[in-house]
């Protein structure tokens, strides 16, 4: 009879010694998890990084607001100058800023092409993403801007991005209608070069907390 209580003791300690055990071990799991999934800190620091290495690997010139201002809202492409937005984190370089008018409040219908590429953490891009440009596609994104004051907000009617991306129109592509005079033809067009961080980029990158890189040129629609 003794035998048996300390026989069924033991069992129980042991049964109590295993599941405790594993606890510990699927704490031990579920830390290990935790500690393979970044912060969202720790991606941002990530892509300042990448953005950093970038801006060197492309013997980048960055350039003040003031600056900007002063040279009537140019970049010297010669220079191979960017200007920062410091609110946003956008760099922009302003090739072409067209042959038009600066955009007056209201609605107006825009077409794009564009190069996209993501910056990687060493500071080069990656796979090429999007390209209207280079590439063969018969028409032009087009997206409705509407403009109030300094405030933009668009949404693609038709092309690439809106089938990959959804209808949203990132914010730093609408940034630069601030300072570009678009055009109704093709002379007259609008061009830029961008560097997004991905709180102003595109659905996916926002969500995964990446840079990219724009070539986008600008014209109205007829």
């Known amino acids: 009879m003794i035998y048996y209580f300390c026989r069924v003791f033991?069992?129980?300690?042991?049964?109590?010694?295993?599941?405790?055990?594993?606890?510990?071990?699927?704490?031990g799991l579920a830390f290990q998890a935790c500690d393979n999934h970044k912060t969202y800190a720790?991606?941002?620091?990530?892509?300042?990084?990448?953005?950093?290495?970038?801006?060197?690997?492309?013997?980048?010139?960055?350039?003040?607001?003031?600056?900007?201002?002063?040279?009537?809202?140019?970049?010297?492409?010669?220079?191979?100058?960017?200007?920062?937005?410091?609110?946003?984190?956008?760099?922009?370089q302003v090739i072409k800023r067209g042959n038009g008018e600066l955009l007056s409040d209201g609605r107006h219908d825009i077409l794009v092409r564009y190069v996209e590429e993501q910056i990687v953490e060493d500071g080069t891009t990656d796979t090429l993403s999007l390209n209207t440009i280079t590439n063969w596609y018969p028409h032009p994104d087009e997206f409705v801007l509407t403009k109030s004051g300094s405030s933009y907000s668009g949404s693609f009617s038709s092309g690439a991005m809106s089938g990959v991306y959804g209808n949203s129109v990132p914010s730093a592509w609408m940034l630069p209608f601030n300072y570009l005079k678009p055009g109704r033809t093709t002379a007259d067009r609008s061009k830029v070069r961008l560097i997004a961080p991905h709180s102003e980029g595109t659905s996916t990158a926002s969500a995964q907390v990446y840079p990219a890189y724009y070539e986008i040129t600008y014209q109205l629609a007829r």
């Open 10 to 27: 033991k069992d129980n300690e042991m049964k109590k010694i295993s599941i405790l055990l594993a606890v510990v071990f699927g704490l």
């Open 42 to 92: 720790e991606m941002k620091e990530e892509e300042r990084d990448a953005i950093k290495r970038f801006i060197e690997l492309q013997d980048i010139k960055v350039i003040s607001e003031d600056q900007f201002a002063e040279q009537d809202s140019t970049t010297d492409v010669s220079l191979n100058e960017y200007v920062l937005f410091k609110e946003s984190g956008v760099y922009m």
